[in-house]
């Protein structure tokens, strides 16, 4: 029966995992495209996506470990059956409380439950940066650059890659594009030389906390240094 309903409880969880990755697949490729063509200030059709190609997408395994989600939840599932089985014999065997037993098992559930939530978001913006990778594929970007953000909660590898500058040859999740580690907040823009400083991109103040605009061209380096500058040396480290 533990077994069961852990099946059950796994399957549920692909599903909504899946739901919520294809949602972010596709909400994130058509608004890549709309905001891209405003600003170019020129509309144009582009082929819309369908159900096999974001099947596809999800099925790719892109992570260190080379497992989808839906085989870490498997996994996870039966670590959770045996830590459920472990204790509950450990229990009946010796006599004991279920006091330790239960807050063993609560335990587990309470670290599978934010391993999730961490995997959930981790999976989710990674399907959104695809998207706009397969968008700017489809409407003929050339180069792309990474954009950070310029807040206090940006660490240092995502600070060192804000700004840079790659060909879309060169797309690779984790090493030239996002996502950068777990709850990585790194997204991409099109990059082209002739637009190089027109407009602004939004930064918050590490004392206030208040959002304000800064130049396009603003890196995080440059941020942090005008932060610095104005509040002291290493404030957005000490905030960090």
């Given at each position: 029966?533990?077994?069961q309903?852990?099946?059950t409880l796994?399957?549920?969880?692909?599903?909504?995992?899946a739901?919520?990755?294809?949602?972010a697949?596709?909400?994130?490729?058509?608004?890549?495209?709309f905001?891209?063509?405003?600003?170019?200030?020129?509309?144009?059709?582009?082929?819309?996506?369908?159900?096999?190609?974001?099947e596809?997408?999800?099925?790719?395994?892109?992570t260190?470990d080379n497992q989808?989600?839906?085989a870490?939840c498997?996994?996870d599932?039966t670590?959770?059956?045996?830590?459920v089985?472990?204790?509950?014999?450990r229990m009946?065997?010796?006599?004991?409380a279920?006091?330790?037993?239960?807050?063993?098992?609560?335990?587990?559930?309470?670290?599978?439950?934010?391993n999730a939530?961490r995997v959930v978001?981790?999976?989710?913006a990674?399907?959104?940066?695809?998207?706009q990778?397969?968008?700017?594929?489809?409407?003929?970007?050339e180069?792309?650059?990474?954009i950070?953000?310029?807040?206090?909660?940006t660490?240092?590898?995502?600070?060192?890659?804000?700004g840079?500058?790659?060909?879309?040859s060169e797309?690779?999740?984790?090493?030239?594009?996002?996502?950068f580690?777990?709850?990585?907040r790194?997204?991409i823009?099109?990059?082209h030389?002739?637009?190089?400083?027109?407009?602004?991109?939004?930064?918050?103040?590490?004392?206030?906390?208040?959002?304000?605009?800064?130049?396009?061209?603003?890196t995080y380096?440059?941020?942090?240094?005008?932060?610095d500058a104005?509040?002291?040396?290493?404030t957005?480290?000490?905030?960090r």
């Open positions: 029966q533990l077994q309903q852990a099946e796994a399957q549920k969880s692909i599903q909504a995992t739901n919520a990755s294809e949602m697949y596709t909400e994130s490729y058509y608004h890549t495209a905001e891209i063509q405003r600003g170019i200030g020129v509309g144009w059709t582009l082929q819309g996506i369908n159900k096999p190609l974001i596809k997408v999800l099925s790719r395994p892109w260190v989808t989600f839906t870490r498997w996994t599932k670590k959770l059956v045996e830590t089985n472990q204790e509950l014999t009946l065997a010796t006599g004991e279920p006091d330790k037993a239960i807050a063993a098992i609560s335990k587990r559930f309470n670290v599978s439950k934010q939530g978001m981790t999976e989710s990674y399907f959104s940066s695809a998207a990778k397969d968008c700017f594929n489809e409407l003929g970007v180069k792309y650059r990474i950070g953000t310029l807040d206090t909660k660490c240092n590898i995502c600070g060192d890659m804000d840079k500058v790659f060909k879309m797309y690779s999740p984790g090493s030239t594009a996002p996502l580690h777990p709850r990585c790194c997204t823009a099109p990059y030389e002739d637009m190089e400083g027109l407009g602004t991109r939004f930064a918050r103040d590490v004392k206030t906390g208040k959002g304000y605009q800064v130049p396009s061209n603003t380096e440059q941020w942090k240094a005008m932060q104005k509040y002291g040396a290493s957005v480290d000490r905030e």
